[in-house]
């Protein structure tokens, strides 16, 4: 016997550092700024291998050439190393992959920022001590933009790949060193709004995104919902039978259905009124429901009164203790309201079968409609399982040895 299992899951999603931007949007935001840095992070090898050809720089000084530009190289490969297993380690642990990630970044853009001050107040580096200044203003300005998606580098970036630079030339005095310095600090200025703007945009587009996606999510879940009583429709129960369906053939277990329908509905619609039979509707779908213990299972308005029960993996024998259970929760439903009042009752029809390859799912609802009729017929208040008639091929039964059931509550 396979009694119903409860299983819960928080899909609540964590926000991080107290921000309003939900930790999914935390984590695309780190692989994007990965993926715009991808191409740059070889860029840095690149350009000091073309300047130190400037001056014949890499003839007189090989060795501080070399290992700088080997240095550079390697750090790339790190860099990429990591990125490449950036969104599994996002899933492990956010907050040290995301410090990781941007401690990288801005110690290859330091080590850069003090090459850089090392070469200007080199002696005999005087053309390419603009050179390398030039190349310097030129990463900040696009590397700002790259990281500008980021909390914490666009602020901090333009300090490590500049601020070795003002370190360097501001003790050397002098006019020209010191008007360098404050063009330093007013393009340092300036690429810190441009960063801004460029994040702004970056975050109001992600956050546009998201707002559809969910605007989108709640469409397609009020339109398989029954607006009344707020259980699935008729249009979700499908779906999920077709579903149910294709797993149980394929694992060859049984499939059940019960229909159910309140008993006198129409007396109650006519004698006290719509608005209360809105009311009996809507405590009879919290009655079914609350019988049910398994997440697969699910309770649908059919139509009118009438309700429909999908139950996977469950034989007859289970069907019919769920049915029974929810037989006697609606025969306990006592509705009062505004002077009215009633005791609600239902009839059930049950049916189960093991899908074959030729049989289809929708007649195992009219199976079950069958057994329906056949319950309302017999004096109604009862669950009736479906039988075949003389003249038809009885539906297979899964073996007894292989028999589930489903525990009613």
Known sequence: MVAHTTHTSDDAEALQDGTDVPLSLQKQCVLDAAQRMRKG??????????LMQADQYVARHPYFALLNGLAL??????????????????????????????????????YWGVLCGLVLVAPDAENLRWLILMSTVGITAGGTVIVAIDAILPLLYPICT?????????????????ALAALIGVFFAYSLSISRLVGREYWARQRSQALLEQRAS???????????????????????LHVAWRDARRRRESLAIAMVDLDYFKHINDNHGHPFGDVCLQAAAKGLSSVLRRPVDMVARFGGEEFVVLLPNTDEAGALLVAQAMLDKIKQTFISQDGHSVLLSCSIGVSAHMPGQEDLADDLVKQADA?????????????????????????NQPPPDNAVLTAAA
């Open 73 to 110: 190289l390697v750090c790339a490969a790190l860099r990429l190393a990591y990125n490449r297993g950036l969104k599994e380690r996002l899933e492990r642990n956010f907050r040290r992959t995301l410090l990781v990630f941007r401690a990288q970044s801005l110690a290859y853009n330091a």
């Open 41 to 50: 992070v070889l860029l840095y090898s690149a350009i000091w291998a073309v």
């Open 218 to 240: 709640e469409l397609e879940v009020l339109s398989r919902t029954d607006a009344l009583t707020q259980i699935p429709n008729r249009l979700k129960f499908q779906e999920s």
């Open 371 to 395: 057994a329906l009729y056949v319950a309302k017929q017999s004096g109604r208040g009862r669950v009736m399982p479906y039988r075949a008639p003389a003249t038809e091929q009885p539906a």
């Open 162 to 178: 500049l601020g070795p630079t003002v370190l360097a030339v501001l003790p050397q005095g002098g006019s020209v060193n010191l």
